[in-house]
């Protein structure tokens, strides 16, 4: 059976740092690009990063580039999500997301994804 499940979220303050985990199962992360995609509340989910399949290479946003840091530990079949210098508009539900296209928003356009884990950047 298929499953990706997400921890790490929680709340932490202006230019704090988290670390979101993504474990595995049912799927081996480093045959696919999997990707983290975020929804803040009201609105749409929208493309955090993608770590493509192989060493094809590490994609961002351009709102976290250099914030953000996607990597896999594959022998653990998970993917982590390493967030610095948060702002509060990083404030969302974090999913992690296997296959699709590159880049897409949308969670729907991917093949598999979790069921998220909350991130809340706040004083």
């Known amino acids: 059976q298929l499953q990706l499940v997400e921890s790490g979220g929680g709340l932490v303050q202006p230019g704090g740092s988290l670390r979101l985990s993504c474990a595995a199962s049912?799927?081996?992360?480093?045959?696919?690009?999997m990707s983290w995609v975020r929804q803040a509340p009201g609105k749409g989910p929208e493309w955090v990063s993608t770590?493509?399949?192989?060493?094809?290479?590490?994609f961002y946003k351009h709102t976290v580039r250099g914030r953000f840091t996607i990597s896999r530990d594959n022998a653990k079949n998970s993917l982590y999500l390493q967030m610095n210098s948060l702002k509060p508009e990083d404030t969302a539900q974090y999913f992690c997301?296997?296959?699709?296209?590159?880049?897409?928003?949308?969670?729907?356009?991917?093949?598999?994804w979790g069921q998220g884990t909350q991130v809340t950047v706040s004083s």
């Open positions: 770590i493509a399949r192989g060493d094809r290479g590490t």
């Open positions: 049912g799927i081996s992360i480093s045959a696919t690009d």
């Open positions: 997301a296997a296959g699709g296209p590159r880049g897409s928003d949308l969670l729907q356009e991917y093949d598999y």
